[in-house]
């Protein structure tokens, strides 16, 4: 746990700590320590806060609102927590957003990774992708669509917007690389444009991430990941 000031809180199997007044000027321990009673919670000690759940609601907000309209003192109210409890905790608000993109990516993000990781072709990889980003975008419980799409939307500051920039890419290169190692084994024609494909399904993702927050439906995601696999090359050696 963490102080509101940022401070760690001191534990001890459930039991305060006594606490001398005339400590911190090298007078005598009060009587309560003297005699071995607990003094009670002084007034003003800083309250503690749970972090995860702090970065939890930060992230909520981010994915809400986006990357720069979500100000430092939306941030503290939403997370219950005074300036320089975030600033302790956590560093500045860049600091705090490249933490929440890390989280995000780990806990909701992560069925990118394990259809290319789990599926035995890109084909099977993306179709099953795009399906279950037409769930994730559009469950309840959390804002539609995805946060590092979102959070771009407007974003000027130039370190954020190069680092989300830099992951999308990264998502489009790691299709890209599964989509020509199927060209290599025979499961994909040997004319297949490779990148296009590649950027057409970073198109897909991106674009059902907005359609997800302007509102379309689970259903209606899923008809558009349909027609999107409807394009994709096939040969005879493969028949999933």
């Known amino acids: 746990m963490v102080n509101d000031d940022g401070t760690a809180t001191a534990e001890r199997h459930g039991t ?53 309209a979500t ?23 860049q ?52 946060l590092v799409v979102h959070a771009a939307a407007n974003c000027s500051t130039p370190e954020v917007e190069q680092s989300l920039r830099d992951r999308r890419n990264a998502n489009i290169a790691a299709f890209e690389s599964r989509i020509r190692a199927d060209v290599a084994a025979g499961v994909l024609p040997p004319g297949t444009d490779v990148a296009a494909l590649a950027r057409h399904t970073g198109a897909m993702i991106q674009g059902m991430s907005q359609q997800a927050r302007d509102g379309a439906s689970r259903e209606e995601l899923e008809a558009v990941a349909e027609i999107a696999m409807s394009i994709w090359p096939r040969t005879g050696t493969h028949t999933g």
């Open 95 to 146: 600091s705090l957003f490249e933490e929440v993109v890390q989280v995000y990516g780990a806990r909701y993000g992560s069925f990118t990774d394990r259809a290319l990781a789990e599926e035995p072709t890109a084909r099977d990889a993306v179709e099953r992708m795009l399906r279950e980003a037409a769930t994730a975008y559009t469950e309840a419980g959390h804002p539609h669509g995805c």
């Open 16 to 68: 305060a700590t006594s606490e001398s007044s005339g400590s911190a000027t090298g007078g005598a321990a009060t009587d309560g320590a003297a005699t071995g009673k607990v003094k009670g919670r002084p007034r003003g000690r800083p309250r503690s806060f749970d972090r995860e759940t702090a970065l939890e609601k930060a992230l909520l907000a981010f994915w809400d609102h986006g990357y720069e």
């Open 71 to 93: 100000s430092v003192s939306d941030l503290t109210r939403v997370m219950d927590i005074g300036a320089p409890s975030l600033y302790a905790a956590f560093g500045d608000k």
